[in-house]
């Protein structure tokens, strides 16, 4: 992403806006073509969001602008009015221009590759139940390994434990060095685990690589560890991408894994929940099933996945028009992410110059969320203080922003030992990170410490 970085971002419409910049020098800024949506237009499309909250935390559960829940509401109305006609004429059409779009801005190679699913979680749990079967009918033997970073997300390394551990896999999990200074660092690391994998003449059958870990946040090189693992022999990976879509830059023929999954209700401005999971078109791939069986068992995953019975699908159907949402800003989906990437740090680094802190990475490792050091002198030695504190924000201060607690290793000298994970999102305003950086310099000042929330 350092590539992309621009000083400016700001719309040329802005009132004083994220870094506090005036009209006069917004009037220095290139030409943005008249199309472009203006800051009133992005705060009514928001305006459904709680505005007493500073909601920096994107990162969780994503945000979907008003148009597009209208545009879901219509969908369920069709249903609701006809459901027959919208079940035989309908519903499949729908899903299928959503996934053309998905293939299209993943650069997939084949429509079929591209399955529309509920979320992350339900991707991971079709990957790694065909990986059970790949154990339980012989073609993987008891004892061989699979890989995954320490930093996996809880649900998916659980997901991991339920259907490859139960298997007989041996799992290794990858430690990451946090904070991180460079790329080389997490492939050496992840070179590391392998060797670990393939000791004894062991297989490694299967490796899960984040591409944007969850906590703490680092944009893994991807690509570079997928190389390696095609190097060493893995047979299958699988690339945890939940942040990715509309938040870095994703493309299937150049990553090079067998299975990639991001949600869509995210960084893409879906509703919840809509993810696609990319499988490589492969007949050792091919045996993949939706973990709900319906009618369309055994017609491949992406017929499965569009009817697990009768529910809801409005969120899979808005897709095209996300895409008109996107399209209003300028450079569409790519000045977006570009343009939060840009901001992100840009706010991470105001608040470690006023904290006296450090950045958990360098800018080039983050996209749209980086982690940012708080002041030692808060005190934060578990991860129930990270949550009590992240409550207190919340009560409080009206921030919601998560904290990561980094324990002490022996002989460091550096005293963080909690990180808040900021994002910048579209509707995010300078003034939000303020209250934030506000709120913990008042804490410090006032001598507060965590060990006052167990009181
Ligand atoms: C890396 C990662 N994987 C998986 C998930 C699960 O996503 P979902 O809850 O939408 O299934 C998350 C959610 O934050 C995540 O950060």
Redesign the pocket.
């Known amino acids: 992403m350092a590539s992309h970085c621009q000083k400016s971002y700001l719309r040329p419409d802005s009132t004083p806006h994220l870094n506090g910049d005036t009209e006069t020098h917004l009037h220095k800024k290139p030409k943005i073509a008249p199309t472009s949506i203006s800051d009133s237009e992005i705060q009514s499309e928001f305006a459904h969001h709680d505005l007493s909250v500073a909601r920096i935390n994107n ?2 559960f994503g945000c979907c602008p008003s148009s597009v829940i209208s545009a879901q509401q219509q969908w369920q109305l069709k249903f609701l009015r006809q459901p027959d006609y919208f079940y035989f004429n309908e519903l499949k059409k729908g899903i299928l221009e959503s996934r053309t779009i998905i293939k299209d801005l993943i650069n997939a190679e084949h429509i079929d590759e591209v399955s529309i699913v509920d ?4 991707a ?1 749990a079709i990957v790694l139940q065909k990986i059970a079967r790949d154990f339980a009918e012989g073609r993987f033997q008891k004892g061989d390994a699979a890989v995954m970073l320490h930093y996996a ?1 809880g ?2 390394k659980k997901s991991v434990e339920a259907y490859v551990s139960r298997a007989g896999a041996y799992v290794i999990e990858v430690q990451l060095p946090f904070p991180v200074e460079s790329n080389d660092e997490i492939i050496c690391e992840f070179r590391k685990a392998l060797e670990r994998g393939k000791a004894n003449g062991r297989k490694v059958r299967l490796a899960v690589i ?1 591409h ?3 906590m703490p946040c680092v944009v893994i090189p991807v690509k570079e560890l997928v190389k390696i693992c095609r190097e060493e022999g893995v047979d299958q990976v699988f690339v ?1 991408a ?2 990715a879509i509309g938040c870095t830059d994703i493309n299937m023929q150049e990553i090079g894994a067998d299975y990639y999954t991001s ?1 869509l ?2 960084w893409f401005f879906c509703p919840p ?1 809509i ?1 696609f999971l990319y499988s490589r078109r492969s007949p050792s791939l091919s045996d993949l099933h939706h973990p709900v069986v319906s009618n369309e068992y055994g017609n491949g995953l992406a017929i499965e996945s569009a009817w697990i019975g009768t529910r809801d699908y409005s969120s899979q159907l808005v897709v095209p028009s996300v895409l008109k949402f996107v399209n209003r800003f300028e450079d569409g989906i790519e000045g977006i992410k570009k343009r939060n990437h840009e901001a992100v740090v840009k706010m991470g680094e105001m608040l470690v110059e006023s904290w006296k802190t450090r950045l958990g990475c360098p800018p080039s490792m983050c996209a749209s969320m980086i982690m940012v050091g708080l002041p030692s002198c808060l005190g934060i030695s578990s991860e129930s203080d990270t949550m009590m504190l992240r409550t207190h924000l919340r009560e409080e201060f009206r921030v919601e922003v998560p904290i990561y607690y980094r324990a002490p290793r022996k002989g460091e000298t550096s005293t963080i030992t909690g990180y808040a994970r900021i994002s910048h999102q579209v509707y995010n305003k300078f003034e939000d990170y303020v209250k934030l950086r506000d709120g913990i310099n008042e804490l410090v000042r006032a001598g507060f410490t965590c060990a006052e929330l167990l009181k």
Do not use: E, F, P, Q
């Open positions: 990162g969780s979320n992350a979680t339900t991971a997300y649900a998916v984040d944007i870990t969850s945890d939940a942040h949600n209700h995210k929940s993810a």
